[in-house]
DNA sequence: TTAGGTTTAG
């Protein structure tokens, strides 16, 4: 009987083979070799449906997997069966059954090129003297026919990123590292860029052609998964490359954990099985933990001046407006806390519901998009819901006004994945935007839009700040000041003045150890620094060390200034800039500023005899895009510059600033807001500080020195609370939660009072 | 064929 079926045994190395036979492993296999005494064991990874040949005889085809070798691009084979063996095979052998052939005939592979497997083939039959010995390993109750329905559905082998081979066609799993949304190529078809991650911790870009926007995979955020199969891989600038080919195909999951397993994909037919699911669950866990995704959704409430976002959206109106550009109106039922640009358009030329369009007019955005993203944006259908990537919001001031606005643009091109999105109806994020919509009260936002905002909350109703404590009760101030500290209340009550009332004096540096506050250095203390420091040229001998690589040269300028930058490696490599720290020697604030701005960190030092080291801690110790960061001199013991390499070493260093001082022996000073804010209720009036990173404005306070939008807020926000010009009884009210607490010296003791857990909200 | 990630400069 040349197929026998052995019996189910659980180690392999007992299978009772024929003596004089050997294992040969595939990658030893050639054409024109002896191998009459060897057998070829390997897993069914794929069986094709028994047919016939064009002269009459039986012909199945099966793909054993070699799994001594998994990663080798010869790791799996073709085995061509023909004859009563092909009849014989196609009955009884299924998926994962183990199989050893012996007496085979070992051909070149017309096909291997295509699909990646062993460049050889085996050729099997009983004419040959072919022997087929398998381990069923599964109980057996189907028959032949139901076998053979099962090979009709092939069982897909998957190779990690990390194994993959130039010239070969495979299947893959990934998580979505990177991707740019499709976008209309310069050819023929439109064209998305994926980058995927696995847990081999490789990445692999695929560049996916397809005329068929539906084709390509739907891709809406980084962490999603996906599922390629018959993609081609190909060595392009020393880098492995993924490509659309003939049959390729994907599915595309979700990458949140938990979240139900429903594949996207455009395939009518395809395979997924309760392993593929089991695989789909194990990659968002390890994705969960491994990739970095795109933090919470930025809604054009929160939309920042010089900030490139993603904005989930509907679109209500379009309108071409040359040939460059086209203007999207959209919106996403929360109000830009900035005046806003309106691109404009002649009313005929503005596609839209104009009704909607009206109501709209103070949420909804101009987005103006550029250039090749123009055609897509012409297709698109009014009330759609969109999601585009990388807008800019951008800073700008007319000369006739007198606050600057921001406008929304998407530039040309597609770099950092900018482009449009149209997101189905079944979404997550679409199904919980869509509510969100009908939950805004249209009739409110126009009425509140026509106030302007020192109206807001005026005499008609109360003005609300939001405390985190909504189920404690308000205490009158004069029972607050008739009582003994600490405690903590709940209270309503008007803002008649603050301090200081020029806000930027409000932000101080605060160390969290000696409990000091000090005032924030001007640019001038630095300047002083920086020169006094320059004197000192850099020492030769501290060029290029282990862990950074080192430039230097000389100023054409009088005093010969001598400027030496060291870039710190990261992993024995250089990164790129925007994850890279310098450490620089004799430069100037503004050559600091220049840094600054492309660089992740920079750290102003000198050189010593034997080291490093930094300056004068009235220096910043540290710069990160505007914020300078300080050490408290009192409190700080400066440690060797060079542990900076442990956190060099760290695969991918975030230079927190909290981080970079622990390493240096910095104990960080902190931003804050100190005010005084004086509170009355008609039964008292008390005065209490107000001591707020970031929470009470929402601004955090390491910023508002260097950014003039943020300024503008903050007062904005003063003026709203406490309207300059109003008397008294004209105030708005606010809620607010305070604590007590005492101090005591020797001479006297007296109560203070804190606010807290409360942040501003500009309507309720 | 197209693009081959690493922000426009309106």
């Not at 007496?103 to 990646?116: I, M, Q, Y």
């Not at 960061?629 to 510059?641: D, L, N």
């Not at 960080?668 to 509170?679: A, E, H, N, S």
């Not at 009884?729 to 607490?741: N, T």
Request: proline share 5%.
């Amino acid at each position: 009987m040349p197929v026998q079926l052995l019996k189910i045994i659980k180690d392999q190395s007992e299978i009772p083979l024929p003596r004089h036979l050997q294992k040969e492993h595939l990658k030893h296999l050639q054409e024109g070799y002896d191998h009459t005494n060897k057998y070829i064991q390997g897993i069914v990874v794929l069986s094709y449906p028994l047919t016939k040949l064009g002269d009459g005889t039986d012909f199945f085809k099966i793909v054993l997997q070699d799994l001594d070798d998994l990663c080798s691009r010869i790791s799996s084979i073709n085995v061509l069966i023909h004859g009563k063996m092909a009849q014989d095979c196609a009955k009884v052998i299924r998926h994962g059954d183990t199989f050893i052939v012996a007496g085979f005939k070992v051909v070149e592979s017309p096909t291997a090129r295509e699909d990646g497997r062993h460049g050889c083939h085996l050729e099997v039959s009983e004419e040959a003297g072919s022997t087929i010995y398998y381990i069923d390993t599964k109980p057996r109750t189907t028959t032949a026919s139901e076998a053979t329905s099962i090979a009709v559905a092939p069982q897909y082998v998957y190779t990690p990123l990390n194994c993959l081979k130039d010239g070969t066609i495979v299947n893959l799993y990934g998580v979505v590292k990177f991707f740019k949304p499709p976008y209309v190529s310069k050819g023929t078809d439109y064209c998305s860029v994926v980058t995927l991650v696995d847990p081999s911790n490789v990445k692999l870009t695929c560049t996916l052609f397809n005329g068929n926007l539906d084709s390509l995979p739907k891709i809406y955020k980084i962490g999603d998964i996906v599922r390629f199969h018959r993609i081609k891989i190909r060595q392009y600038n020393g880098q492995m490359q993924g490509i659309t080919g003939a049959g390729f195909a994907s599915l595309t999951f979700d990458g949140t954990v938990g979240a139900p397993v429903v594949p996207r994909t455009s395939s009518r037919a395809y395979t997924f099985t309760d392993e593929e699911h089991k695989t789909i669950e194990e990659l968002r866990v390890w994705a969960a933990r491994n990739v970095s995704t795109s933090g919470p959704a930025v809604k054009l409430s929160s939309v920042q001046p010089m900030l490139f976002f993603d904005l989930t959206c509907q679109l209500v109106g379009k309108a071409k407006v040359d040939g460059s550009s086209f203007l999207l109106k959209v919106w996403d039922g929360t109000k830009c806390p900035y005046p806003s640009w309106k691109v404009p358009v002649e009313a005929k030329d503005l596609e839209g519901e104009k009704v909607l369009l009206r109501q709209l007019r103070h949420l909804s955005v101009d987005i103006l998009v550029y250039d090749n993203h123009v055609q897509l944006a012409t297709s698109l259908k009014i009330g759609s819901f969109l999601r585009i990537y990388s807008i800019h919001a951008k800073q700008a001031s007319a000369d006739n006004e007198a606050v600057s606005h921001i406008e929304f643009h998407l530039h040309g091109g597609t770099c950092y994945g900018r482009g449009i999105g149209i997101l189905p109806e079944n979404n997550l994020d679409v199904k919980e935007l869509k509510a969100f919509l009908e939950s805004v009260d249209l009739a409110g936002s126009q009425n509140m839009e026509s106030m302007t905002s020192v109206e807001l909350g005026g005499t008609s109703g109360d003005f609300t700040v939001l405390t985190d404590h909504q189920d404690l009760n308000n205490t009158e101030l004069r029972t607050i000041m008739n009582s003994t500290a600490p405690q903590q209340y709940r209270i309503r009550a008007k803002l008649r003045t603050y301090k200081p009332q020029k806000l930027h004096q409000s932000v101080k540096l605060h160390c969290s150890k000696c409990n000091s506050l000090q005032e924030v250095p001007d640019g001038d203390d630095f300047d002083f620094i920086l020169q006094d420091s320059a004197i000192t040229a850099p020492n030769p001998e501290l060029q290029n060390a282990s862990w950074y690589d080192s430039v230097m040269w000389t100023a054409q300028d009088q005093k010969q200034r001598k400027i030496a930058i060291h870039f710190v490696r990261n992993d024995e490599l250089l990164q790129q800039p925007e994850h890279t720290l310098l450490m620089i020697e004799g430069g100037t604030l503004k050559e600091f500023w220049k840094l600054t701005k492309r660089f992740k960190c920079v750290i102003p030092v000198k050189s010593t005899e034997d080291d490093l080291e930094l300056l004068d801690l009235s220096a910043p110790f540290l710069l990160q895009g505007n914020v300078k960061y300080y050490g408290c001199k009192q409190c700080s013991a400066p440690r060797p510059i060079k542990n900076l390499r442990f956190i060099a070493a760290e695969e991918h260093p975030s230079w927190e600033p909290t981080e970079i001082a622990q390493v240096l022996g910095i104990e960080l000073l902190q931003y804050v807001f100190i005010m005084k804010f004086t509170l009355v209720d008609g039964t008292g009036a008390i005065n209490a500080y107000l001591f707020d990173y970031e929470k009470f404005f929402q601004i955090p306070a390491s910023e508002i020195l260097t950014n003039s939008f943020l300024q503008e807020k903050m007062q904005m926000t003063m003026n709203t609370l406490c309207p300059p010009g109003r008397k008294l009884g004209d105030l708005p009210w606010l809620e607010c939660f305070i604590k007590s607490y005492n101090v005591r010296d020797a001479t006297k003791h007296q109560v203070y009072y804190q606010i807290f857990d409360t942040t501003v909200a500009e309507d309720v």
